[in-house]
């Protein structure tokens, strides 16, 4: 079974940087698009910043100018750069790979989740 594993989490000043990785255990082929969506106290999971297997990205507004999303479908991997980190930034973040087979489905994998905490 795939598992998807994310470390760079942490406790970060505001104005910070933090960087997210996230790997999966064993590759995953045809790979449509990777994803970071974030979930803060009390608040629904929302999409923070999404790059399709042709390297289109796009971003919440929230994030947008302030995080940059990066992958490599060949290396499952999926990474995120937080920069001037805001304390409304503060939430679970959780990677996602979704993986279109055609007429054989499609999948999304989830990670567990990095907690990040932008406080003074």
């Known amino acids: 079974q795939v598992q998807l594993v994310e470390s760079g989490g942490g406790l970060v000043q505001p104005g910070g940087s933090l960087r997210l990785s996230c790997v999966a255990s064993?590759?995953?082929?045809?790979?449509?698009?990777m994803a970071w969506y974030r979930q803060a106290p009390g608040k629904e999971r929302e999409l923070a910043a999404r790059i399709t297997r042709g390297g289109q990205t796009d971003y919440a507004d929230s994030v947008k100018g302030r995080f940059t999303i990066s992958g490599d479908t060949a290396k499952s991997t999926v990474y995120l750069q937080m920069n001037s980190l805001e304390p409304e930034d503060t939430a679970v973040y959780y990677c996602?790979?979704?993986?279109?087979?055609?007429?054989?489905?499609?999948?999304?994998?989830w990670g567990q989740g990095t907690q990040v905490n932008v406080s003074s």
């Open positions: 996602n790979i979704h993986q279109n087979l055609g007429w054989s489905g499609q999948w999304n994998y």
């Open positions: 064993t590759s995953i082929t045809d790979i449509s698009s």
